[in-house]
């Protein structure tokens, strides 16, 4: 399989190990962080990013959080790792795989309080590290599946950065084309630069290029114009939160995107581990959208391109309503409206 040999997350010497993304692609650096606080800052300041990849990293980032909690009593223990688990949560308020990393850690910490805690602490580390390996096989599965979708030829469209610097493994909605390489099919892939942090342009274009894949960058702007030219057949993105009803949370941009593959009859994928569908969440409307620093619109690499105090509006993520996704890519399979039925279907699977 095509999955990379240099691993951009690993835990190695009772440290997290990760690609700083935000030297890309100018410097291929790595950091070693060992406080909680590290991992916070990581998360927060986009050096590690994409949703699954932000689980795995969180999920090791409470490892580090509780290596030194009190381990007298469980009490005491657990009171430890609640304040770390919340202080790791404040990082990113939309990616749910955050939370669904840190939720597993907890439950895992319950189901052994009558363990000793020294022991909880190991199981927890041995937690993270089963959550990354799960990680690894399901950007496998969700290339299989997407791959379905593929024929030798087609354009791909895709935005933001959704693979293997965004996951454990092959990706995302970058992991079909991963396997399509593979088993020698030729598709071109259009990565849009993604503004305001230009993760399509720094990380996708670098990635893709790195693995010998056919890939033109092109400006946000320029997506309606290959579409229009009949150069891309499919739109394959991530996802960083999936609502009940389908509507997806992803990074800004999407929903555009979403609206011009309608008009000019492409069909729109979206491709996510099943762990990023938040059956809670009933709509799109009531998923919390981080808003993100100004300065992130009005510079570039340090370089002002707007007058100084310009007023911004900065989200990070938008909702795709559920009536412009064709289809959900997962481990799984790919789900299909309704997406209120379907959804539920698959976790209970």
């Not at 290339?143 to 030829?153: A, I, K």
């Not at 630069?193 to 993760?199: C, K, N, S």
């Not at 981080?290 to 510079?299: A, I, K, L, Y």
């Not at 997962?330 to 209120?340: D, H, L």
Request: contains cysteine; glycine residues 8%.
């Amino acid at each position: 399989m095509p999955a990379p040999q240099e691993s951009y997350l690993r835990w190695e010497n009772d440290r997290l190990i990760l690609l700083d993304q935000t030297r890309l692609p100018q410097e291929k650096h790595f950091l070693a962080l060992d406080s909680v606080e590290g991992v916070f800052e990581a998360i927060r300041k986009l050096r590690v990013r994409g949703a699954p990849a932000i689980g795995v990293a969180a999920a090791y980032g409470l490892v580090i959080g509780v290596r030194e909690a009190p381990e007298a009593s469980f009490d005491a223990f657990y009171d430890h790792l609640l304040k770390q688990k919340k202080f790791l949560a404040a990082s990113r308020p939309t990616a749910v795989n955050l939370f669904w990393a840190l939720d597993r850690l907890e439950r895992k910490a319950l189901s052994l309080r009558e363990r000793p805690v020294r022991e909880i602490k190991q199981a927890l580390l041995q937690e993270a590290r089963a959550i990354q390996d799960e990680d690894r096989a399901m950007t496998e599965a969700i290339g299989r599946h997407g791959l379905s979708l593929l024929q030798d030829g087609m354009g791909v469209l895709t935005h933001c950065n959704t693979g293997k610097l965004a996951t454990a493994g092959i990706g995302t909605a970058v992991a079909p084309i991963y396997l399509a390489k593979a088993q020698g099919m030729t598709i071109r892939v259009f990565a849009d630069e993604t503004r305001p942090l230009l993760q399509g342009a720094r990380l996708t274009a670098w990635e893709l290029m790195d693995a010998g894949i056919d890939v033109t960058l092109i400006t946000d702007s320029t997506a309606a114009v290959v579409m229009r030219r009949g150069w891309v057949d499919l739109v394959i993105v991530g996802a960083d939160r999936i609502a009940r009803n389908g509507d997806v949370a992803n990074k800004i941009g999407t929903y555009g995107l979403a609206l011009l593959a309608k008009a000019h009859g492409i069909p729109f994928y979206v491709a996510a581990p099943s762990s990023t569908i938040d059956l809670e969440t009933a709509t799109g409307d009531e998923i919390v959208i981080e808003e993100r620093d100004p300065d992130e619109v009005r510079t570039c690499y340090g370089c002002r391109i707007a007058p100084e105090g310009a007023n911004v509006y900065n989200p990070a993520f938008d909702v795709t309503p559920h009536e412009l996704v064709a289809g959900i890519i997962t481990e799984k399979g790919v789900i299909r409206p309704p997406y209120s039925e379907t959804l539920p279907h698959l976790l209970e699977r």
